[in-house]
């Protein structure tokens, strides 16, 4: 299990795992309940320039399809390959096989929310 | 000024098995329990439990009426079978799509969309007189859909009745776990099965005892979700998606619904609409590349709008992306290929005949 307690999320339900100059980004669980069956993800170019909330793809349910922004600005250093076939990781395991998109050259977005802060939001939301 | 959506019968059943509600047609519904792919699944391999209250249920106590208001011929419907039909507007347009049951005692029942229950109601009384008997009986009904290739089995388990002798769009009365039920074998699956009229009283109980004794064939309550992914690769439209008050029935290929040589409203716009020729045509097609077709999507062709997508998902036992769409009769034909604006990219596409799924015949 990963550790919640170190990522920042985002109002938009993604979250973000910084390490040093590289960050790893997802959704969040409370997303991929929302969203139900993920079916399909557009993923941006491996050297793509994201600004921070910028759109990074869209993420495909039987649902609905819904758009990924990025929390941090950044450039793509990799797009999880594994989710082509296996899109359902991201509802399995949102936290861990379920990751997005990796970035380098990561600038700080002070807007984030720590897990307690985005607990209490998504509280929020759900009433 | 909040409008709140009705709850059937088994609401609380629903949230107690943990289901996520969405709102449709007016009703507060489970959209799923678990996920839409295990509930799809189950009905395609073992068996699913559908709450279907929702839908409207009207008595038409008049054969002269319901032969001027129902598209097909009622009157050679025997006691005991069910016809699907339209109801049509003087111009032809779709105002719902209904099955007609031939009730014993006399008369019809139609089984109507819930969220037109109550304007398919108004309208069938205004085309008759004051003393025309039309009944709009859905809220003191609630409706249970038993689908899947382990339906019969189990049904038959809670039942004296024969169910080898109820044919498919037949029904008999009869109890089901003791409830008194209306038996009929019909579905929006694809799959074998049956749709269980009860009291509201009885709802809980009857419910409750098909989960158990489903159990040993793995059964699954089912939401809206699975209904929507099921009905779409049996190629079955949806109301309201597929076709609406401003569509043909001879354009949405529902020809088969239409007894022509009988007089019914909204016969001779349609007979025009023939002669005149149609300008689009409902096709089915499957994607050829992993993006998903949606409702409303535009379809191109040499950089051309050429029609309109009207459902679309993932086929989880196709293991491809299909859906259905109006486009003109020349690019009709199965094998046509043409894009689906996908996000501003003309996802490839193919025209294929439908149904895209049929479930196997029994052996």
Known sequence: MADLTSMRFAETHEWVMKDGETATVGISEYAQSQLGDVIYLELPAVGQQLDAGARLGVIESVKAASDL???????????????????????????????IIKLRAVKDNPKLLDQKAYDAFVEGQSH | ???????????????????????????????????IREEH???????????????????LMDES????????????????????ALLCNEK?????????????????????????????????????????KV???GRDWTLVGVQGPRAVGLVQRLTTADLGNVKYYAFVEGTVADVPCVISRTGYTGEDGFE????????????????????SDGIRPAGLGARDTLRLEAGMRLYGNDMDANTNPLEAGLDWTLNLDKDFIGRDAIIRAREQGLSRVLVGFKMLDRS?????????????????????????TLGYNIGMAYVPPALAEPGTHFGVDVRGTAAPAEVVQLPFYKRPHPK
Request: net charge negative; hydrophobic share 35%; aromatic share 10%.
């Open chain 1, 69 to 99: 922004y990025s929390p941090v600005g950044g450039e793509v250093t990799e797009v999880n390959g594994e989710l082509k076939d296996h899109p359902e990781y991201v509802n399995q395991d949102p936290y861990g096989k379920g990751w």
């Open chain 2, 1 to 35: 000024m909040v409008v709140t959506a009705a709850r059937t019968p088994l609401y609380e059943e629903h949230v107690r098995l943990g289901a996520q509600m969405t709102n449709f047609g007016g009703w507060v519904m489970p959209l799923q329990y678990s996920t």
């Open chain 2, 41 to 59: 699944r189950a009905v395609r391999e073992g068996v699913g439990l559908f709450d279907l209250s929702h839908m409207g249920e009207l008595r």
């Open chain 2, 65 to 84: 009426l319901g032969q001027r208001v129902v598209s097909r011929d009622v009157t050679r419907l025997k006691p005991g079978r069910i016809q699907y």
């Open chain 2, 92 to 132: 032809g347009g779709i105002i719902d799509d209904v099955l007609v049951y031939a009730v014993a005692d006399g008369g019809y029942l139609l089984v109507v969309n819930a969220g037109n229950q109550d304007s398919d109601f108004d309208w069938i009384k205004a085309q008759g007189t004051q003393s025309t």
């Open chain 2, 135 to 137: 009944l709009n009986v």
């Open chain 2, 196 to 215: 269980l009229f009860c009291g509201n009283a009885d709802a809980v109980g009857l419910w409750r005892a098909l989960l158990e004794e489903g159990k």
């Open chain 2, 292 to 316: 998903i077709p949606r409702h409303g999507y535009s379809l191109v062709n040499d950089g051309q709008r050429i029609g309109t997508v009207t459902s679309g998902n993932v086929s989880f």
